[in-house]
């Protein structure tokens, strides 16, 4: 029974038990009505309650949409609101002027499909397109959106950023970047045809030099053409420094793979650089004791480069003592990793000055050019090329005790022999009699080919261009032909080229290219063009000799292969 009802029972009955109806009756109606003024005010507190909430979440719904639209207008990105029809609802500032609107508010109700193409954007994702502004040209942007809901709605926020300066900052750079490889192509044409002027008169210095040397000379003459020969092999290293300088920074520097011999590196070593220390009263020693291989594959031209620079600095800038070069191997199967170690006993370099010294005209002190001379090159050019070895070139030195350079590099072993012109020098005297066509437009050059070709048993026809070149070759046969490049009128290889497509009796005639052109794609050209060889200027009497021999031997082959076919 409920407790309430119980209570009121008590008070309605009297000491016998018997329960006074009327007042029990009074009690419970009285209760009722009790309960129903709760109820009624129960339901008011409610109904009340409702409102406040129905009110508090409008106002909370206009606070966030206020917020939002707040957000939008002040926000530094250019964002636009668009409704489920492609209606714009909002716009912001920077919005408004990538498009060129004055006044965005102007624009809401505006179908968005004005400024751009509501199909090109994909939610999540950035897309990249062109706009149409106000003025009615194009511009590029890049938008992305995503859906959100506003009191029910469904709202589309555009994410957009004017890419105008970001495509003209990237049309600058490619502009730099062809014009800065535009100047490349400049310089790299500029050294190209430097190095053609500049070795175009060495040939003629050092040509002189060697000829005058073969002469009968007394011992003051014989020490001005000694000097003389230095000097123009001096400026032919810094031609040489440049031009690999300029090719290293180019990217177009390539390592080469040949049979290269160590041991043959350390005879050469003690060959041309003993005499020179000797001289200034300096030992040199080699040591080989370390060395476990002796063939290797690598480039045989480009090791020595580094190698003799890095034993002509020693020899160069030590005052006593001397010099040690130690040649290392450690081999691995096919795998042998060389170190050379090339020791002086001279005045050492600061450590502050060590890091500094592989950079390109750089030398540890300022003095030494002047002392010295040197373009500042050769060890960032040895380095760099130790780098493409699959190795590098370090030092460690300390003033008053020395310096030793490190020389570090990987190559493949090799149990081949290296090549027929390190195991026996070719034969450098001619001894038939040649009939040679020399092709030069240089007087001054035909002037010292002239005076070395008559060393030997050489018969000689001059030509100035390759137009007479080729109407020389229409007359007789030759067993040579000398031919410089770049001449007017014709070139070499055009002439070459006209020689070879023809039917005429020189057609098989091999032509040696004597040229200033001295890079591996000048070479590469003049093969292609139909040359059998390639000599560099400035031309020594041994090159040329050899250059003829080859020569006088490919013929030979050529003949005997025409006899067993007749045959």
């Known amino acids: 029974m409920h407790s309430l009802l119980a209570r009121q029972i008590e008070q309605c009955t009297d000491q016998n038990g018997k329960v006074d109806q009327d007042q029990l009756f009074a009690l419970i ?60 609802i909002l716009m912001n500032q920077a919005a408004a002027q990538a498009f060129g609107v004055e006044n965005p508010r102007t624009i809401a109700g505006t179908k968005i499909d004005r400024f751009i193409d509501p199909t090109r954007l994909n939610e999540g994702q950035v897309s990249n397109f062109n706009g149409r502004h106000s003025a009615g040209h194009e511009v590029p942007i890049s938008a992305t959106f995503s859906v959100g809901m506003v009191q029910g709605m469904a709202i ?15 049309e600058a750079l490619e502009i730099a970047k062809q014009t800065a490889e535009h100047a490349n192509e400049a310089k790299s044409s500029f050294l190209a045809m430097m190095s053609h002027e500049l070795r175009t008169p060495l040939n003629a210095l050092l040509g002189s030099a060697e000829l005058m040397a073969r002469t009968a000379l007394d011992t003051t003459q014989a020490n001005y053409v ?3 020969n230095e000097a123009g092999r001096l400026m032919m290293a810094m031609v040489n420094d440049v031009l690999d300088y300029a090719k290293i920074e180019a990217g177009q520097l390539e390592i080469e793979k040949h049979p290269t011999s160590l041991k043959q590196l350390a005879l050469e070593l003690e060959t041309l650089w003993g005499p020179p220390a000797a001289s200034k009263g300096l030992y040199l020693k080699i040591d080989t004791t370390h060395l476990d291989w002796d063939v290797v594959i690598g480039d045989p031209t480009r090791l020595r480069q ?63 050019t002047r002392r010295f001379g040197g373009t500042g090159l050769g060890l960032a050019i040895a380095k760099s090329l130790a780098q493409q070895m699959q190795g590098d070139l370090t030092l460690t030195s300390a003033p008053g005790k020395g310096s030793t350079f490190l020389f570090e590099g990987r190559f493949e072993a090799t149990l081949e022999q290296e090549s027929a012109a390190h195991e026996a020098a070719p034969e450098t005297e001619i001894t038939r009699p040649l009939q040679v066509l020399a092709v030069d437009d240089n007087a001054l050059n035909r002037q010292i080919l002239a005076a070395m070709l008559d060393l030997w048993p050489v018969a000689t026809v001059w030509a100035t261009n390759g137009v007479e070149a080729l109407e020389a070759m229409e007359l007789q046969a030759f067993d040579v032909v000398l031919m410089d490049v770049q001449m007017p009128i014709m070139d070499g290889m055009t002439a070459t080229r006209r020689v070879r497509g023809g039917q005429g009796i020189n057609r098989d005639t091999p032509i040696v290219a004597l040229t200033a052109n001295a890079r591996n794609e000048d070479r590469a050209m003049c093969m292609a063009s139909g040359m059998t060889d390639f000599v560099a200027k400035p031309i020594s009497a041994e090159a040329l000799a050899s250059a003829l021999m080859r020569a006088t031997q490919l013929n030979e082959v050529a003949e005997d292969g025409s006899h067993s076919e007749k045959a």
């Not at 109606?29 to 009340?48: G, K, P, Q, V």
């Not at 409008?58 to 002040?74: D, F, H, K, P, S």
């Not at 005052?319 to 795998?335: A, E, L, M, N, P």
Request: with cysteine; net charge negative; charged share 30%.
């Open 29 to 88: 109606s009285s209760a009722y009505d009790d309960d129903a003024r709760a109820r009624h005010r129960l339901e008011r507190s409610i109904t009340l309650m409702s409102e406040e909430m129905a009110e508090l979440n409008t106002q909370i719904a206009m606070e966030a949409r206020q917020t939002m639209t707040r957000g939008i207008l002040e926000s530094r990105d250019a964002l636009i609101t668009l409704d489920a029809d492609n209606q714009i």
């Open 156 to 170: 589309r926020i555009i994410n957009l950023r004017d890419e105008t300066e970001r495509r003209a900052r990237e």
């Open 226 to 228: 000694r000097m003389f």
């Open 306 to 368: 580094i190698v003799f620079n890095l034993v002509s600095n020693a020899v160069k800038f030590t005052v006593s003592g001397g010099v040690t070069i130690r040649i290392k191997s450690v081999t691995t199967g096919r795998d042998c990793r060389v170190g050379i170690d090339v020791e002086d006993t001279g005045v050492g370099i600061p450590l502050d000055r060590q890091v500094s010294i592989f950079k390109a005209f750089i030398q540890a002190d300022s003095t030494i």
